[in-house]
């Protein structure tokens, strides 16, 4: 894997995490909720979080596999974290914005 595969790779998949708990009812989008039972925003908001790290993860280990891992300072987590919450957006809009009829 190359470095331009890497990075279309992360981008992919955060995408996909950040609109996860969004689209779907199932916790991590793999486990079942009772039948009755719907996720809450808090619920949602917390998954985010889990995913946000975990997508995180996964871009380190790439670049710990690629080559040496870069140190980061605080602004590199706010931005990156205003990015998730931007690619969050349509799936966000999507549950709780868009009119139903």
């Not at 790779?9 to 009755?36: C, E, K, S």
Request: aromatic letters at 18%; hydrophobic letters at 55%.
């Amino acid at each position: 894997m190359n470095n331009v595969n890497a990075v279309w790779l992360v981008i992919v998949l955060a995408i996909l995490a950040a609109n996860l708990p969004f689209l779907n009812d199932r916790w991590l989008g793999i486990v079942p909720r009772r039948a009755l039972e719907t996720k809450g925003l808090a619920l949602r908001l917390l998954e985010w979080v889990f995913l946000y790290f975990a997508v995180g993860a996964t871009g380190l280990a790439i670049e710990n596999h690629l080559s040496q891992i870069y140190p980061q300072n605080w602004e590199f987590y706010a931005v990156t974290a205003f990015l998730f919450a931007t690619l969050a957006f349509p799936g966000f809009v999507y549950r709780y914005l868009w009119r139903k009829r």
